[in-house]
Nanobody, 120 residues
Framework: QVQLVESGGGLVQPGGSLRLSCTASGSIWSITDMGWYRQAPGNQRELVAVITNGGRTVYEDSVKGRFTISRDTAKNMMYLEMNALKPEDTAVYYC??????????????WGQGTQVTVSS
């Protein structure tokens, strides 16, 4: 069984910063791509940023220059540093990972989400 757990969400004022973390645990052989997604009320879930196991990163246009995705492969952890936060960044943020399990199978897993609220 594999579990992804996010942490670090909360309430922050516009212009503020937050750092999200995602920890993967369980029967994992390795992790290829990892990414952060978000879903605001009434909206579809959207990609925020992704990082490959080679360290290549891709960002959604609205967060470029403000958010930074990183990972610690040895610890099976991923981070999202969010700066200059705006009210429109308010959403539930989800961790996603493409996994190779110890059985040799591959699959994707999601975390339970962490709420980020940007408001004065």
């Amino acid at each position: 069984q594999v579990q992804l757990v996010e942490s670090g969400g909360g309430l922050v004022q516009p212009g503020g910063s937050l750092r999200l973390s995602c920890t993967a645990s369980g029967s994992i052989w390795s992790i290829t791509d990892m990414g952060w997604y978000r879903q605001a009320p009434g909206n579809q879930r959207e990609l925020v940023a992704v990082i490959t196991n080679g360290g290549r990163t891709v960002y959604e246009d609205s967060v470029k220059g403000r958010f930074t995705i990183s990972r610690d492969t040895a610890k099976n952890m991923m981070y999202l540093e969010m700066n200059a936060l705006k009210p429109e960044d308010t959403a539930v943020y989800y961790c996603n990972a493409e996994l190779i399990f110890t059985t040799g199978d591959r699959g994707r897993s999601w975390g339970q989400g962490t709420q980020v609220t940007v408001s004065s």
